[in-house]
């Protein structure tokens, strides 16, 4: 059974910073990787889709990484800005429905 | 309108109504899923529809019922639930059953059940 494990849980940052979120994941036979955005108490923001056979994509300030054979991913995010500020979830798609998601990363980008 | 539309956004009701929420996509996906998302927990697959079937019921409360009447829309018919239902239900969608193009989610319908 897939599990994600998203770390760190949460992060304070001044604005400004570059940061890492991490994702890894305990099998790697996955399609590909996709990570979201979720402000609070709303629904999920796709940010970035990585397909298994890729290594990395990048949309504007963020950048995401995969690999497949250790098992990990990471959320680069550039300059952070307080409107980033927001919970990061990374999701693992096994194939046909089979989407496991992470705790997620509370992001707090202070001024 | 693009995208998925969850309606409503914010539901009360109490354990005797019964309520339904209601999924409408406008992407011209094949597959679609109703999500639970509890405080402190990770995202719980509750059901799978692709071209209008149920393809999967994740042990979900048969007080739960999932109605997908064609491809853009999906309900979930709700009947004597238990406060500890409340949660955030999600609705998303995907091109294809695995997903190969992605998923893309709702706004959420926030439940409080009283």
């Known amino acids: 059974k897939q599990e994600v494990t998203q770390i760190p849980a949460a992060l304070s940052v001044p604005e400004g910073e570059n940061l890492v979120l991490n994702c890894s994941f305990t099998?790697?036979?996955?399609?590909?990787l996709q990570w979201f955005r979720q402000d609070p108490g709303k629904g999920l923001t796709s940010l970035l889709l990585i397909q298994s056979s890729q290594r990395e994509q990048t949309s504007g300030r963020l950048n995401a990484s995969l690999d497949k054979s250790s098992g990990r991913s990471t959320l680069y995010i550039a300059a952070s800005q307080p409107g980033d500020s927001a919970t990061y979830l990374c999701a693992a798609n096994s194939g046909y429905s089979t989407l496991t998601f992470g705790k997620g990363t509370m992001l707090l980008v202070s001024p | 309108e693009t995208g998925v539309t969850q309606t409503p956004r914010h539901l009360v009701m109490g354990m005797t109504n019964k309520k339904s929420l209601k999924c409408e996509q406008h992407l011209g996906h094949n597959a679609m899923y109703w999500y639970k998302q509890s405080a402190k927990k990770p995202l719980e697959l509750m059901f799978v529809?692709?071209?209008?079937?149920?393809?999967e019921n994740n042990s979900v409360p048969s007080r739960f019922s999932p109605e997908c009447p064609n491809s853009s829309h999906l309900f979930l018919h709700l009947h004597t639930l238990q406060p500890e239902d409340s949660a955030l239900y999600l609705c998303?969608?995907?091109?294809?059953?695995?997903?190969?193009?992605?998923?893309?989610f709702g706004s959420g319908t926030r439940l409080t059940v009283v």
């Open positions: 099998d790697s036979a996955i399609y590909n």
């Open positions: 529809y692709s071209l209008e079937e149920r393809v």
């Open positions: 998303a969608s995907s091109q294809l059953l695995q997903g190969s193009l992605g998923y893309t």
